[in-house]
């Protein structure tokens, strides 16, 4: 497949713009979620699409996508030079503009060839071609640095991989506009930086990108502008860089003034300390916990770790994707990952048994998982009913549940975690990421543990909300929780820790004390043979 022509050269000598939306109004019943919303976006160019979570991104390019129809929608939508109305997504995908959602819409028992093609089948009188459709796919494939073959059931590849077919599958559709939604939230650093590399391949082939990410330095590392919303209104568009080759000129500091709307001149809050007679006190104790995967049982996914929270304080745990920080949390957790092997829990020294979630709860550990729509909340359900699930016999009366009690806690922390809906009857899955994350949160907060177990807390939400998020965790260890936080960003863990464990292969490779943590170190212990 050839690269696609460039538009035509604009009055001033530059190339046209091949994305023009102005004036985009878009009301939802009782909320304005888009506000006059100018987006221009030059051809062959990598354009960030930056905000905090609610400040209207993904509305935006639903509208621009026609998942929001034509009609439906104030403002006007030209590409490469001419008035577009999409009246749904084909509509907008013939014309060459694809988008690429967090959640990958691929079906895993197809094959790659198959993914690529669904719903443009490549047919000869009427019959699906097979050798044309695994051909095709081979070379789009080539093209975006995939080695696997087109027969390949897409469920074998990993969270990358995957992202590349669905790259492909755009390309299939000779796509002139790729629109990528967080492409980077589930990749580990070297994938990520595979896609970033592929994402700037094809700019030079002359499609252009449009990337919603809330990891400011990628967005330094590809883009070349930056267009800034906030409250659903479009507050600033910026140049990255001056030339395509030059060092980005706009910091993250810069980017993050527009999308708050102030300085964040401490990116953490300062920490409150916990001044109870047993602050430090040893109140969560794993000892010599081994667990095995749970289909290959020859496999020890977590070997031998052991580690302490004391009250009041905040642990880190860092490590490479596969390292067993997950792992490690679930098995402790109810034994909801792996086949147990051995090792004891303590809470404040006593053993415990947390053989299952309920075990662990009523132990007096919370965990909240780093998948927060499939397995931390009911997005088809309430605030109101997601914030009682792990405290609901508290909430019972006579038999059933007090709705107004339920009604009531759902209410005071709608406010002191100031998640932003309407009601505490607002459908879970209508509000943004920070504020699901803060429902979760608020979930495990009424229960009341002795543990919290916090896995990428922050995953896929704004430095915004990721500050919030920060100020809860500091609060809960000011009250004299013990917090055990896992995360991918390494300025995260610097940032927040008392401690940090570090953890390759299974095992325990590290631990050291935040005054004398580097990002270095800590990345050289999480490369470290676990043996």
């Not at 967080?182 to 990520?192: H, R, V, Y």
């Not at 325990?508 to 212990?525: H, I, K, P, W």
């Amino acid at each position: 497949m050839s690269a696609p022509a460039a538009p035509a050269a604009g009055t001033d000598g530059q190339p046209a713009p091949v994305l023009r939306m102005s004036g985009i109004t878009k009301r939802f019943p009782g909320v304005t979620a888009l506000s006059d919303v100018n987006l221009t976006v030059g051809a062959g160019e990598i354009h960030a699409v930056c905000g905090e979570n609610g400040a209207g991104k993904s509305t935006l390019m639903k509208v621009l996508s026609g998942v929001h129809a034509h009609g439906t929608y104030e403002g006007e939508i030209s590409f490469e030079g001419r008035p577009v109305a999409f009246r749904d997504i084909r509509a907008s995908e013939r014309h060459g503009i694809v988008i690429i959602h967090q959640e990958l819409a691929l079906v895993p028992h197809l094959s790659i060839a198959e993914n690529i093609f669904l719903g443009n089948e490549r047919t000869t009188r009427g019959f699906i071609d097979w050798n044309d459709t695994n051909r095709r796919a081979a070379r789009l494939l080539a093209r975006v640095g995939l080695r696997e073959k087109p027969q390949t059931p897409v469920g074998e590849l990993g969270v990358g991989k995957q992202q590349l077919v669905e790259i492909a599958k755009a390309l299939a559709k000779e796509v002139r506009l790729l629109i990528l939604d967080e492409p980077t939230a589930a990749l580990n650093d070297d994938d990520s930086a595979k896609l970033l590399a592929l994402i700037g391949e094809l700019r030079d082939q002359g499609i252009a990108c449009i990337v919603i990410s809330h990891k400011l330095g990628e967005i330094r590392a590809v883009a070349d502008a930056v267009t800034v919303l906030r409250d659903g209104r479009t507050i600033e568009t910026l140049a990255v860089r001056s030339a395509p080759d030059a060092r980005p000129e706009l910091s993250e500091d810069r980017i993050i003034r527009a999308m708050v709307g102030r300085d964040l001149d401490h990116r953490y809050p300062e920490r409150t300390r916990y001044e109870g007679p047993d602050a430090g006190r040893t109140a969560l104790r794993v000892s010599g916990w081994t667990v095995r995967h749970p289909v290959d049982q020859q496999r020890t996914v977590v070997d031998d770790v052991s580690l302490t929270v004391g009250r009041g304080e905040i642990v880190g745990m860092a490590g490479l994707m596969g390292a067993g920080r997950t792992e490690l949390a679930m098995s402790v957790f109810g034994r909801s990952y792996g086949r147990y092997v051995a090792g004891t829990v303590r809470v404040h020294e006593r053993e415990v048994s947390t053989r299952t979630v309920p075990d662990a709860v009523d132990a007096g550990i919370a965990y909240v998982t780093e998948d927060r729509k499939h397995y931390g909340l009911n997005l088809i359900d309430t605030i109101s009913r997601n914030v009682s699930l792990a405290s609901l016999p508290g909430m019972v009366r006579r038999g059933a549940v007090d709705a107004h009690h339920e009604r009531s806690v759902a209410e005071r922390y709608r406010r002191s975690m100031n998640i932003k809906a309407p009601t505490v009857f607002e459908q879970t899955g209508r509000l943004s990421g920070g504020n699901q994350q803060k429902v979760v949160l608020s979930k495990w907060i009424h229960a009341d543990p002795e543990v919290l177990i916090l896995d990428e807390p922050t995953r896929g939400i704004d430095v915004g909300a990721k500050y919030e998020i920060y100020t809860v965790i500091d609060r809960l260890a000011a009250q004299g929780k013990a917090v055990l936080v896992i995360s991918s960003e390494l300025p995260e863990l610097l940032g927040m820790c008392d401690r940090i464990y570090t953890m390759a292969e299974g095992r325990l490779t590290g631990e050291v004390a935040r005054a004398d943590a580097t990002q270095e170190l800590l990345m050289r212990q999480m490369t470290t043979h676990g043996g």
